[in-house]
């Protein structure tokens, strides 16, 4: 799916397989792999760093990814080093020339206390049963971290925030799966145990588009060719 300078459709109906430009738009994208002895513990918004392993064996899907975004897109990331750093490899496949802007409101889900929990002793710390496709449920507040409604609060702020201040641009936000599914909570007007059925897996991009004040899903979970 790519962009033309054609006009926007009546009624705002996509009916071919290009976007229309002149539409507030997000490219969400969540972030690489991380390394290896992250992933066996609830991590969190912990500053993890990438895998370089997977960063290497998957290059082509960084630049199948930049030629999938629009040249003239505004750029944000987490402050997260994972997301700074694939939003880096992202823009050199691309030669981008765009500064990033660090906006806290992308961060991951904070587990405050919890953090660096392995998994095998995470459940016996949960008050809530959990969400069967997330770790805890929606309405859990980690000691000292923040809930997912928290997370939806935050996250569907600061999308109506960019969305008022760069009106018809694209934006391409390099993020978090948590806050990922957020975004798609506040874009559906839907309970946040109810977006984190949705799957949204590493170097994926999510589509979102704001017109006339409504929130409209274009993509969800778009994985790019790995091939290059």
Same mark, same amino acid.
């Given at each position: 799916?790519?962009?033309?300078?054609?006009? +926007?459709?009546?009624?705002?109906?996509?009916?071919?397989?290009?976007?229309?430009?002149? +539409?507030?738009?997000?490219? =969400?994208?969540?972030?690489?792999? +991380?390394?290896?002895?992250?992933?066996?513990?609830?991590?969190?918004? =912990?500053?993890?760093?990438?895998?370089?392993?997977?960063?290497?064996?998957?290059?082509?899907?960084?630049?199948?990814?930049?030629?999938?975004?629009?040249?003239?897109?505004?750029?944000?990331?987490?402050?997260?080093?994972?997301?700074?750093?694939?939003?880096?490899?992202?823009?050199?496949?691309?030669?981008?020339?765009?500064?990033?802007?660090?906006?806290?409101?992308?961060?991951?889900?904070?587990?405050?206390?919890?953090?660096?929990?392995?998994?095998?002793?995470?459940?016996?710390?949960?008050?809530?049963?959990?969400?069967?496709?997330?770790?805890?449920?929606?309405?859990?507040?980690?000691?000292?971290?923040?809930?997912?409604?928290? +997370?939806?609060?935050?996250?569907?702020?600061?999308?109506?925030?960019?969305?008022?201040?760069?009106?018809?641009?694209?934006?391409?936000?390099?993020?978090?799966?948590?806050?990922?599914?957020?975004?798609?909570?506040?874009?559906?007007?839907?309970?946040?145990?109810?977006? =984190?059925?949705?799957?949204?897996?590493?170097?994926?991009?999510?589509?979102?588009?704001?017109?006339?004040?409504?929130?409209?899903?274009?993509?969800?979970?778009?994985?790019?060719?790995?091939?290059?």
């Amino acid at each position: 799916m790519t962009q033309t300078d054609k006009a +926007v459709p009546h009624g705002h109906f996509l009916d071919t397989p290009e976007l229309p430009k002149g +539409v507030t738009r997000f490219w =969400l994208i969540r972030h690489a792999v +991380v390394e290896a002895s992250a992933r066996k513990t609830m991590y969190g918004a =912990l500053d993890v760093p990438l895998c370089h392993e997977a960063m290497a064996s998957q290059q082509g899907g960084y630049a199948t990814l930049a030629r999938r975004l629009p040249k003239d897109a505004l750029w944000y990331s987490s402050p997260l080093q994972r997301a700074q750093d694939t939003a880096a490899e992202i823009r050199k496949a691309g030669a981008f020339s765009q500064d990033v802007t660090i906006d806290g409101r992308f961060i991951e889900q904070s587990i405050g206390k919890w953090h660096g929990t392995p998994h095998s002793e995470f459940m016996s710390l949960l008050r809530l049963p959990p969400n069967p496709f997330w770790s805890i449920s929606a309405c859990e507040l980690p000691p000292g971290g923040e809930s997912m409604l928290d +997370v939806c609060a935050r996250v569907g702020h600061g999308l109506e925030d960019l969305a008022n201040a760069h009106e018809g641009q694209d934006m391409v936000v390099v993020s978090h799966g948590g806050a990922i599914r957020a975004a798609l909570a506040h874009a559906l007007s839907v309970h946040p145990d109810t977006a =984190l059925r949705f799957s949204i897996q590493n170097l994926s991009i999510t589509i979102l588009e704001r017109i006339d004040c409504l929130w409209r899903v274009v993509t969800v979970n778009e994985l790019p060719d790995f091939r290059g």
